[in-house]
């Protein structure tokens, strides 16, 4: 009689579909293969075509295939685990859940609370299949405790998962599912594992990625979202010369040399006027206050 089968899968990994993540899908199963794990769901943010084809290329690793992708929800970050389409993004959670249902997959909310990270926040946090307890893109490991607390006082099965950008990180944290019924690893697909997954067996595994790294992921990151915010918002450079000439003709030196400052950095797209801003803003705060 089969007593079942356990199997260490890390759910959350990003291929150079992703735009903050570099490294091939083939580059990625051969590291989830040498490792000894038993699978890897490829989730790129908001396309799944490199899924796709790792999870037909899965079995030449010696892996059970699972396709994903991590979906830009309204409220937040989700992983949409085994299916083969993407769910339509910007949608609120809730709505997402149930297309991810309705694909056949399992729903689960990865680094919630993370606002820095497009975490769904507490409030926001609907009916899931399961919640990622453990992230190994973390500093403190204050955001996983606080997730998995969430997930125990609300009854979410609880995951573990690298959120690997680099295939040297894939395996950094995994979870392992106990499948019952199954006498050996052949007989278990990816329906096998979204069911495993929504029945909750689930044990985490980790370990932290070393903080270097993840400390250069998130200024990466940060640059990346500073420059669209600065594309997006078309700075408007003549205000800012027009409120230095302002500040210089009442005798505000200071502050006109900072909003003069301000405007050449941004005329030259440059991200560090950010800081000069938050300087100016103190300045101001300071004269009203004393």
């Known amino acids: 009689m089969p007593?079942?089968?356990?199997?260490?899968?890390?759910?959350?990994?990003?291929?150079?579909?992703?735009?903050?993540?570099?490294?091939?899908?083939?580059?990625?199963?051969?590291?989830?293969?040498?490792?000894?794990?038993?699978?890897?769901v490829i989730t790129d943010h908001d396309v799944i075509e490199e899924s796709r084809r790792a999870a037909e290329l899965a079995a030449e690793y010696g892996l059970i295939g699972i396709p994903g992708v991590e979906v830009?929800?309204?409220?937040?970050?989700?992983?949409?685990?085994?299916?083969?389409?993407?769910?339509?993004?910007?949608?609120?959670?809730?709505?997402?859940?149930?297309?991810?249902?309705?694909?056949?997959?399992?729903?689960?909310?990865?680094?919630?609370?993370?606002?820095?990270?497009?975490?769904?926040?507490?409030?926001d946090l609907v009916a899931c299949d399961a919640i990622e307890v453990y992230n190994s893109w973390l500093f403190t490991g204050y955001k996983n405790r606080?997730?998995?607390?969430?997930?125990?006082?609300?009854?979410?099965?609880?995951?573990?998962?690298?959120?690997?950008?680099?295939?040297?990180?894939?395996g950094r944290a995994y979870t392992e599912l106990t499948i019952d019924g199954v006498s050996n690893k052949s007989e278990i697909d990816c329906d096998t594992i979204v069911e495993a997954f929504r029945s909750g067996t689930t044990e985490i595994?980790?370990?932290?990625?070393?903080?270097?790294?993840?400390?250069?992921?998130?200024t990466k990151g940060a640059s990346k979202r500073i420059d669209a915010a600065v594309t997006a918002s078309n700075l408007n450079v003549l205000t800012l010369l027009t409120q230095s000439a302002y500040a210089f003709h009442r005798g505000k030196r200071r502050r006109g040399a900072l909003l003069f400052g301000a405007a050449t950095l941004s005329s030259r797209n440059h991200r560090w006027w950010y800081l000069i801003e938050g300087s100016i803003t103190a300045n101001r705060l300071i004269n009203r206050l004393f």
């Open 3 to 40: 007593t079942g089968v356990t199997v260490r899968i890390d759910p959350h990994v990003h291929s150079e579909g992703s735009y903050d993540a570099h490294d091939s899908i083939e580059l990625l199963l051969e590291q989830a293969s040498d490792i000894g794990l038993d699978a890897i």
């Open 72 to 123: 830009s929800t309204g409220d937040g970050h989700l992983l949409a685990i085994g299916v083969d389409e993407r769910p339509t993004p910007r949608q609120s959670l809730g709505a997402t859940v149930k297309d991810v249902h309705e694909l056949g997959g399992v729903a689960i909310v990865p680094h919630p609370f993370q606002w820095s990270r497009h975490g769904v926040r507490k409030r």
């Open 146 to 170: 606080r997730a998995g607390a969430f997930a125990d006082e609300h009854g979410y099965p609880g995951i573990a998962a690298s959120d690997a950008h680099t295939a040297s990180m894939v």
């Open 205 to 218: 595994n980790g370990r932290r990625t070393p903080i270097p790294h993840s400390a250069n992921h998130y």
